[in-house]
């Protein structure tokens, strides 16, 4: 049985949470200025075509696709939330390197659970132009996917960079620091 030293709860909370409310601060006061200074629908190009400001609402989960109706979505990031933070919870002392990345996935998560409440659909601004991808239908086995068309990457916003750059950097620890499931059975 292995001993690890533990921190105050207080001490192990304040950096993520300041994280978390950082990221919800900016991404509600990024979505004011939008809201205030572009009207909906309507596009400002910031770098050229490459860069633009499109104010939109995306009624859908990520990418604008839809999985579910309004509810699905809610309750789902209700329920990431909540998993999450109990994680953390149960968690910290063990993984301190997963502090920082899942209070970017919270606040972002927050942040687009606000938008739902407020408005039924999450307000996204942040568009950019990408190199056209285009994968036509194709089988495996015997599924047939569905091809992909994209000439611009779909409008995100704040929230959903934080969710991005936090599951990637989990992905990232967990591929560089295999010995961390060992590591989590042992301390089981």
């Known amino acids: 049985m292995s001993t690890v030293a533990r921190e105050p709860l207080s001490k192990t909370w304040a950096g993520p949470l300041f994280v978390c409310l950082g990221v919800l601060i900016l991404d509600r006061l990024s979505k004011f200025i939008v809201q205030k200074t572009i009207s909906l629908g309507e596009s400002i190009e910031v770098f050229g075509d490459f860069f633009r400001l499109t104010y939109i609402y995306n009624p859908g989960g ?13 309750l789902f990031s209700i329920v990431a939330i909540i998993f ?19 209070a970017l996935v919270v606040g972002g998560a927050l942040g687009n659970l606000i938008d739902r409440l407020w408005f039924g659909e999450v307000l996204d601004f942040l568009d950019f132009d990408i190199p056209d991808i285009n994968i036509p239908d194709f089988n495996v086995a015997s599924l047939r996917f569905p091809g992909l068309v994209l000439e611009r990457w779909p409008v995100f916003n704040v929230a959903d960079s934080a969710i991005t750059v936090g599951v990637f950097i989990i ?18």
């Open 62 to 74: 990520v990418f604008g696709l839809s999985y579910g109706g309004d509810l699905f979505y809610l």
């Open 84 to 102: 999450i933070v109990y994680y953390y919870y149960i968690s910290h002392h063990r993984h301190r390197d997963l502090r920082f990345p899942l």
């Open 171 to 188: 992905i990232l620890l967990f591929i560089l620091r295999p010995e961390r499931k060992i590591q989590d059975k042992e301390s089981s």
